[in-house]
């Protein structure tokens, strides 16, 4: 049933970008002009590298996308890039599938996803262990972020980069959340992710796994409460207009994880392989660095925008409390030697 899934959405986006390269709005895409709906060879007998995010074109996960393609377009004669925001390709899960099968050429998913095919990545789930994004760069950009990124090779991807998602922070329509008691029996979304699952029914919620794709449509309908994710995607993709409660739980410092397909991968030149892994590091220092910036710009118009209510500390602790038999649980499942040397590594960095 999956294969036939990925199929129709290989099918899906061919004919999504034949229909931008007959002069579909590029603009929607950040399509280059000329567009192409065969990625061995573009016009002028140039390779295109089609880009998939879950985000919109607001975001400052695009604005590095488009870095991305700036970079790939001026070092290099036989390259352009596409990208395709707001998952109209396909969402995280089905664009990392599409990454193994060579139907697509790059995505940068949030790590949570990841864990479905890599469960060591679910050491960046564990909730409360990352401090600040200070630890997080020293931690990504050493020798254990350097394993991770080696990790993805066992599933047919390739691992450029890491770019930043950020902290995440929960929003509900019901009522301010400001202790532990708030959180009790609310239904909230969370990403298709065990560990986030679990984490919050230790908080006393209701969760329920969904894709990005899926999440404003369900918020609108009120068919799930609330949601949780880092200021800057929680203002862009405008859940204020069907949230009005946001808390600053900071829960979980999630990655951004630029991942190249390797079926494709191995096809490009040297020189291409060299523009294009430049590229991703340079375009995800640009993203790391305007995250930042569009995250505390956005919480400060979230706090016009909703009720913005604060945590506590004597409340951290009891957050904090709670979830610890989840970690105790996952430790073996996610692999306790990798939990170790992740926990051991985040020590060293404070
Ligand atoms: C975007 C997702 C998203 C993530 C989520 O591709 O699913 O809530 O935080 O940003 O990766």
Redesign the pocket.
């Known amino acids: 049933m999956k294969k036939l899934s990925i199929l129709f959405l290989s099918i899906l986006m061919i004919s999504t970008m034949v229909l931008a390269a007959c002069g579909g709005n590029s603009s929607s895409t950040g399509a280059s002009e000329k567009g192409s709906s065969d990625s061995a060879s573009g016009e002028g007998g140039k390779r295109t590298i089609k880009v998939s ?3 919109n074109d607001k975001h400052p ?1 695009y604005e590095a996308s488009m870095k991305f393609k700036e970079l790939v377009e001026a070092e290099s004669d036989d390259l352009t890039v596409e990208v395709y925001h707001s ?1 109209q390709v396909a ?2 899960r089905s664009a990392i599938e599409m990454l193994q099968f060579g139907t697509l050429d790059v995505t ?3 790590t ?2 990841l864990v479905n095919f890599i469960p060591e990545f679910g050491v960046f789930d564990l909730p409360f262990t990352v401090p600040n994004e200070e630890v997080a760069d020293k931690v990504l950009d050493g020798p254990f972020g350097d394993k991770m990124l080696e990790m993805v090779d066992q599933q047919g991807l390739v691992g450029l980069a890491w770019w930043e ?1 950020g902290f ?1 922070n929960l929003t509900n329509d019901v009522k301010p959340v400001a202790t532990m008691e708030d959180v009790k029996g609310l239904k909230i979304r969370t ?1 298709e992710n065990e560990i986030h699952l679990d984490a919050w029914k230790a908080l006393g919620a209701n969760p329920t796994p969904m ?2 794709t899926e ?1 404003f449509t369900a918020l609108q309908q009120g068919t799930i409460d609330g ?4 200021y800057p ?1 929680i203002l862009l993709s405008k859940y204020p207009e069907v949230q009005k409660h946001v808390s600053n739980t900071n829960h979980v410092y ?1 990655p ?1 994880i630029f991942l190249f397909s390797k079926k494709i991968w191995e096809q490009l030149s040297a020189e291409q392989q060299e523009v294009v892994s430049k590229a991703a590091l340079e375009a995800g220092k640009f993203n790391r660095e305007r995250t930042r910036e569009v995250a505390e710009e956005s919480l400060e118009t979230l706090k016009k925008e909703m009720t913005f209510t604060e945590i506590k500390d004597g409340e951290f602790e009891k957050f904090q409390e709670a979830v610890k038999p989840v970690v105790g649980k996952y430790k073996d499942k996610i692999g306790a030697e990798i939990v170790d040397e992740f926990l051991a590594e985040v020590d060293k960095a404070k």
């Open positions: 995010i879950g985000v996960e998952g969402d995280d940068i998913p949030s949570s996803p998602n995440r990403m894709a990005f999440l949601q949780e994710n880092p995607t999630t951004f």
